[in-house]
């Protein structure tokens, strides 16, 4: 039975990664962090589910820790490994400049080392990312679109996705960036722009909650499906040959775009309930980014399917949904008052 570790399982794309590993037979080690609280709610079912459970296995981990990181590596003897842990909070980067760099730069590096030095073939994935292009220098951006970070995430990334192009030459390692733009879902995190406003505009439908603070409104993003982009990093360790592949849509929408989709579909006007709060600006902004995903379409057959529209959609019914459950406890908690 092949052996993956993916770093980053309890996050939105390390949760879906892992269902579709486990789909395709292998054998699931998870890296998590010690929390005080339980943070294993995107992977819980997986867990529970007693077809998928022996063959996914959680052990600690933390990328900001070499020995330890070194001392699994050499335990699981690992077939694949994909990194996709970081601080991955481009705004939040700014105020932790230190620790993003830490965990999505070095963490990088730690991890890179410790395959290397298990002298047997590991295929390596890292999550590297359209927030590398920054200011962008070319629309739209392909693999040969110089870098422009803007952020000491983007900085970071910039940093772990040379490192792995160098441990491929200098060592000969099979490892491969995945350029990846924005994706989304419903398990995206509730802090990121789109979760955000699809969670906001389902409270509000439902009275749980009346206004919704944003920063820049005229940022414009290529977001796709988490599902579709987590497919592309299997594809890209499966060729015969390493190399790095922008994942993208090829179509470009801003935050206004989104809340409009957003709000029409639950027949509401986000004007009236969007107020803008400057400390959700950021020192320096990434204006635009639109991906070109040909050279994955060609080399690995791979494109996305859920488009914009359908991704606003599909977020905004899960996440009125949730509103609906929490709405039933708030009204059970008022009954019994
Ligand atoms: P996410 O939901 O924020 O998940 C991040 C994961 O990293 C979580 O499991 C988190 O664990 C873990 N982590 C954080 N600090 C860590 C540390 N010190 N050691 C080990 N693990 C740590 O991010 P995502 O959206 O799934 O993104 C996955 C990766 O792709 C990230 O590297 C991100 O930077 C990159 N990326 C994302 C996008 C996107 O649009 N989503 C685009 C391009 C690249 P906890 O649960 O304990 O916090
Ligand atoms: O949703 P965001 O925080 O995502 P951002 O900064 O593009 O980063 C995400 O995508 C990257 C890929 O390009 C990943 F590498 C990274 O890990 C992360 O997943 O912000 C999107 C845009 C920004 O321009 C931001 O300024 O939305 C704007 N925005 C406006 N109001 C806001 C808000 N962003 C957040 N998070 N919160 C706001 O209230």
Known sequence: MRKVIITGITGQDGSYLAEFLLKKGYEVYGIIRRSSSFHTGRIDHLYKDPHEQPRL????????????????????????????????????????????????AL??????????????PVRFYQASSSEMYGKVIETPQTETTPFYPRSPYACGKVYSFYQTVNYREAY????CNGILFNHESPRRGE?????????????????????LFLGNLDAKRDWGYAGDYIEAMWMMLQ???????????????????????VFGHLDLDWQSFVEIDHRYYR???????????????????????????DLAKLMTESDLELAKREKIL????????
């Open 107 to 120: 963490g990088t590096l730690r991890l890179l080392d410790a395959v290397t030095k298990l002298h047997k």
């Open 330 to 337: 708030q009204d059970h908690e008022m009954q019994t008052r």
């Open 57 to 104: 296995k959680l052990v600690y981990g933390d990328l900001s820790d070499g020995s330890n990181l070194a001392s699994l590596v050499a335990e699981i003897q690992p077939d694949e490994v994909y990194n996709l842990g970081a601080q991955s909070h481009v705004r939040v980067s700014f105020d932790m400049p230190i620790y993003t760099v830490n965990v999505d």
């Open 283 to 309: 020192p320096t902004e990434v204006d635009l980014l639109l991906g070109d995903a040909s050279k994955a379409q060609k080399i690995l057959g791979w494109e996305p399917k859920v488009g914009f529209r």
């Open 191 to 211: 802090t990121f722009v789109t979760r955000k406003i699809t969670r906001a505009a389902t409270r509000i439908k439902l009275g749980l909650q009346d206004k």
């Open 239 to 261: 060729q015969d040959q390493p190399d790095d592949y922008v994942i993208a849509t090829g179509q470009t929408y801003s935050v206004r775009e989104f809340l409009d989709e």
């Open 172 to 175: 000969g390692l099979f490892a």
